[in-house]
């Protein structure tokens, strides 16, 4: 069964740090893009950063409102996507999800709630 769960989200006051993390398994991941994503209730799912497989190097891109705080990697041997995020603001509040395409179908996770308040 292909998998993604995410963790490490949580309550944090503005300008602080939070790395969340998301373990895939049922697959192997190597040429896989992985991508995070955030949706706050109402609003439409915004895409955040992206990282391509590692035989592509493991470029990345970021949105706009988070380049220079956050940071997406991956560690294949571990079978884990991070994304470290910094410098938190209020609007950065939402559920994080993790997202990968296998053959034709697009996997998600759970998703992990943050929440940057003072």
């Known amino acids: 069964e292909v998998q993604l769960v995410e963790s490490g989200g949580g309550l944090v006051q503005p300008g602080e740090s939070l790395r969340l993390s998301c373990v895939w398994s049922g697959f192997t991941a190597g040429t896989n893009v992985m991508s995070w994503y955030r949706q706050i209730p109402g609003r439409e799912r915004e895409w955040v950063a992206i990282i391509s497989g590692v035989t592509a190097g493991s470029n990345t891109l970021y949105t706009d409102s988070v380049k220079g705080r956050f940071t997406i990697s991956r560690d294949d041997a571990r079978n884990t996507v991070y994304l470290q995020m910094t410098n938190l603001k209020p609007e950065d509040t939402a559920r994080y999800y993790c997202?990968?395409?296998?053959?034709?179908?697009?996997?998600w996770g759970q998703g992990t709630q943050v929440t940057v308040s003072s």
């Open positions: 997202r990968t395409l296998h053959g034709a179908t697009y996997v």
